[in-house]
């Protein structure tokens, strides 16, 4: 898929969302391969338990991943200045992600035009867990 | 409660290799489909070195050094509590495949909410390539949720 036109990109313009299919067991596992993020409250349900938990749930990270996809999907990764995400509740089994992206302001500094994109990641049924913003340059 | 002291703490730095296989079975897992991430020879025509590092892979590194066991023995919490609050980056160079990259950890804050039931633990990160460059700043807030 090519990226975004972001000489016209204006404030108020949505990116293309992603919806991706529920998170399972097994996604976890493989991102705890794949990111060296092994910390058991994700991958063993004994542990999640014992802390607390219904079962094991997403990494944090998994998700601020998919919102980058949603991101350099339509924009060059080389274009990304900068994307911070706010964790705002727990991504469970069976959730299904939607990512989802909205231009706030187009603004210029040091002379490059810049877009700041508001992101998020909701399950289904519309709960947000994660919100964030990425700075964009719009060359 | 965490032990404010510990605010302004620098960890050894770290070194950690991209390597190809890595980035490619990270882009894979999160369901990537650009060709950039995946196939090497797409990315050398667009223009790139080796593969491009998908830009939250960057957490990668510490975790490969077991930067969070470290971090909650150093604090003695326990990792029954611990929940990811925020986490941010701030880019300034790409990063390939082949990279090798130091990551430079520093406590900045810990603050005490909700009268001692949480506390939030905030890491800066810099991150520099084997050219000494600035590559990318991390920003990581960690919960500690008291029960």
Not at chain 1, 4 to 9: F, G
Not at chain 1, 89 to 101: D, K, Q, Y
Not at chain 2, 6 to 14: L, N, S
Not at chain 2, 21 to 32: N, W
Request: aromatic residues 8%; charged residues 25%.
């Amino acid at each position: 898929m090519a990226v975004a036109d972001l000489s016209t990109v204006k404030p108020g313009d949505f990116l293309p969302e992603l919806r991706l299919p529920p998170v399972d067991r097994t996604l976890l596992a493989l991102f705890a391969g794949a990111s060296g993020d092994h910390v058991p409250l994700h991958i063993d349900t004994d542990f999640a338990r014992r802390a607390g938990m219904p079962d094991v749930f997403a990494h944090g990270m998994l998700g601020m991943a998919w919102i980058a996809r949603l991101i350099t999907q339509w924009a060059p990764q080389c274009a990304l200045r900068s994307y911070s995400v706010r964790f705002r509740a727990i991504t469970h089994l069976g959730n299904e992600p939607h990512l989802s992206g909205k231009v706030a302001e187009v603004f210029v500094l040091n002379g490059e035009r810049r877009a700041r994109v508001e992101v998020q990641m909701a399950n289904q049924y519309g709960e947000i867990k994660i919100q964030g913003e990425a700075i964009v340059a719009l060359v | 409660m965490i032990d404010t002291k510990w605010i302004g703490h620098r960890f050894p730095v770290m070194r950690w290799e991209v390597e190809k296989g890595r980035v490619r079975s990270f882009a894979k897992v999160i369901g990537e489909t650009r060709p950039e991430y995946l196939d090497e020879e797409a990315a050398q025509a667009a223009g790139y070195p080796s593969l491009l590092m998908p830009p939250t892979m960057l957490f990668s590194g510490p975790l490969d050094h077991d930067d969070v066991e470290r971090l909650l023995r150093t604090l003695d919490i326990d990792m029954k509590n611990i929940l990811h609050g925020e986490q941010g980056f701030t880019y300034h160079l790409p990063v390939y495949a082949g990279d090798v990259l130091d990551f430079d950890v520093q406590i900045t804050d810990i603050t005490v909410k909700k009268g001692g039931a949480l506390e939030l633990v905030t890491r800066m990160t810099r991150i520099t390539n084997q050219r000494g460059k600035l590559v990318a700043e991390a920003r990581n807030v960690m919960a500690v949720v008291n029960r």
